[in-house]
T-cell receptor, first 109, second 113 residues
Framework: RKEVEQDPGPFNVPEGATVAFNCTYS??????FFWYRQDCRKEPKLLMS???SGNEDGRFTAQLNRASQYISLLIRDSKLSDSATYLC??????????FGAGTRLAVHP | NAGVTQTPKFQVLKTGQSMTLQCAQD?????MSWYRQDPGMGLRLIHY???????DQGEVPNGYNVSRSTTEDFPLRLLSAAPSQTSVYFC????????????FGQGTRLTVV
């Protein structure tokens, strides 16, 4: 079993749609959680950190459920520019971040 | 405004050749790391460093060496390239180990034939 699992997608949605991505992690001792965005053939960039209380940044909302070891990302009012791969990232042992394989989003007109 | 700079961007090697991937950051970050990204597998940690003179192995260290003589530079050496090392390599730096943003270089696309 992978330490961080994501639905690979792709999610194909029209502009203006709301889309949700889910992620599960296996290490209950994980302390830090993030969503990164990676455009095609580019480097990953931090989208947002995820806190237990949930947090929002404009059209993006992230939630963490420690009991279920589950992280989510909600994107409202999707834009063409949101098309990318979204990486769920969790802190692991030995000073490392563990990356999910990513969920691909394609927003079409 | 450089951030993390990786060179080269593309490289083709023959099996058995050695090479060094360069990584430099200008943010005075203590923590630097190397990842490889393969289709369907996410980024996997190769080696990391928590400061000048200190390095340690990550998840997939075999076939790679690193050193950290300065805060700015963290080169990755492939000792004897194998086709299994065909991948995209990313260098990253962050202010601390886990809780702050990791900044990535633009990546090196390596093909071993």
């Amino acid at each position: 079993r992978k330490e961080v699992e994501q639905d690979p997608g792709p999610f194909n949605v029209p502009e203006g749609a709301t889309v949700a991505f889910n992620c599960t992690y296996s290490n209950s001792a994980s302390q830090s959680f993030f969503w990164y965005r990676q455009d095609c053939r580019k480097e990953p960039k931090l989208l947002m950190s995820v806190y237990s209380s949930g947090n929002e940044d404009g059209r993006f909302t992230a939630q963490l459920n420690r009991a279920s070891q589950y992280i989510s990302l909600l994107i409202r009012d999707s834009k063409l520019s949101d098309s990318a791969t979204y990486l769920c990232v969790v802190s692991g042992g030995y000073n490392k971040l563990i990356f999910g394989a990513g969920t691909r989003l394609a927003v079409h007109p | 405004n450089a951030g993390v700079t990786q060179t080269p961007k593309f490289q083709v090697l023959k099996t058995g050749q050695s090479m060094t991937l360069q990584c430099a950051q200008d943010m005075n970050h203590e923590y630097m790391s190397w990842y490889r990204q393969d289709p369907g597998m996410g980024l996997r940690l190769i080696h990391y460093s928590v400061g000048a003179g200190i390095t340690d192995q990550g998840e997939v260290p075999n076939g790679y060496n690193v050193s950290r003589s300065t805060t700015e530079d963290f080169p990755l050496r492939l000792l004897s390239a194998a086709p299994s090392q065909t991948s995209v390599y990313f260098c990253a730096s962050s202010l601390d180990r886990l809780n702050t943003e990791a900044f990535f270089g633009q990546g090196t696309r390596l093909t071993v034939v």
